[in-house]
Nanobody, 123 residues
Framework: VQLQASGGGSVQAGGSLRLSCVGS????????IGWARQAPGKEREYVSC?????????YYEDSVKGRFTISRDNAKNTVYLQMNDLKPEDTAVYYC????????????????WGQGTQVTVSS
């Protein structure tokens, strides 16, 4: 069971990146998936998550609402995080995880985390 996050990089403020989270050894479609980030000297925080069945709207942390969009392609076993209008305060290591606030009653439980991908936004 493994999650692989990719797509990070260095961009200027106002730029865009798309992060990808690919699952191996299991089906991402069976789980709610979240993205969390950790900036230097700060605690890890969830920025977005998507429920297993997508019945409920995705969750977005207030600072990313209107700029980030989470989506999933179960056929590709992949969850994406489209990040637009990036700001220097978005600089962090981004992780995908099966352990997120979108976990719902009746969902199978799995505490898996990807290795993280660095996002750096310069002003």
């Amino acid at each position: 069971v493994q999650l692989q996050a990719s797509g990070g990089g260095s961009v200027q403020a106002g730029g865009s990146l798309r992060l990808s989270c690919v699952g191996s050894g299991f089906s991402l479609g069976d789980y709610a998936i979240g993205w969390a980030r950790q900036a230097p000297g700060k605690e890890r925080e969830y920025v977005s998550c998507i429920t297993r069945r997508e019945i409920i709207h995705p969750y977005y942390e207030d600072s990313v609402k209107g700029r980030f969009t989470i989506s999933r392609d179960n056929a590709k076993n992949t969850v994406y995080l489209q990040m637009n209008d990036l700001k220097p305060e978005d600089t962090a290591v981004y992780y995908c995880t099966t352990n997120s606030p979108c976990y719902g009653a009746g969902d199978p439980y799995l505490d898996a985390w990807g290795q993280g991908t660095q996002v750096t936004v310069s002003s």
